[in-house]
């Protein structure tokens, strides 16, 4: 049981081991994985296995943890080979940023050529 774990947050149960995932890395306080539907050859998912909706919040609330998201994302880069050509690290963020998930995740994204970030 975690104390700020939502039963009704997609990606609390994920955390929780209640909805399977592909596991890519997890640390104490972080977890990342493969992204359901990938829009690049790589489309990891990071995010902090405590419950925060999204990055305004995080980045607020716990910029220590922010830190530990960007360095496990860092770390699956560097794993999966991007650090050389190159990734996009994004954050979707409320209505605008077109965010469908409210528990804060980072897509990592790369394996090729991504183009402008708006199309
Ligand atoms: P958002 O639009 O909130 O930034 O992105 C949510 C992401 O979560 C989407 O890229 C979507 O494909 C992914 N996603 C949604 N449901 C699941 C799921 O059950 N498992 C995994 N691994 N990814 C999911
Ligand atoms: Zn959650």
Not at 81 to 89: E, K, N, T, V
Not at 96 to 115: D, I, N, R, S, T
């Amino acid at each position: 049981y975690h104390a700020s774990m939502s039963s009704d947050c997609l990606f609390c149960r994920i955390v929780a081991g209640e909805i399977p995932a592909t596991i890519v890395r997890e640390t104490a306080t972080t977890l990342a994985f493969r992204d359901i539907d990938p829009k690049a050859p790589v489309h990891v998912l990071v995010i902090p296995k405590e419950h925060y909706a999204d990055v305004a919040t995080l980045g607020q609330s716990d910029p220590e943890l922010a830190g530990q998201v960007l360095a496990t994302a860092t770390e699956v880069a560097e794993a999966e080979g991007l650090l050389a050509d190159g990734f996009r690290l994004m954050f979707n963020t409320g209505g605008h940023g077109g965010q469908e998930v409210f528990h804060v995740h980072a897509h990592l994204l790369g394996g090729a050529p991504l183009g402008p970030m708006l199309a």
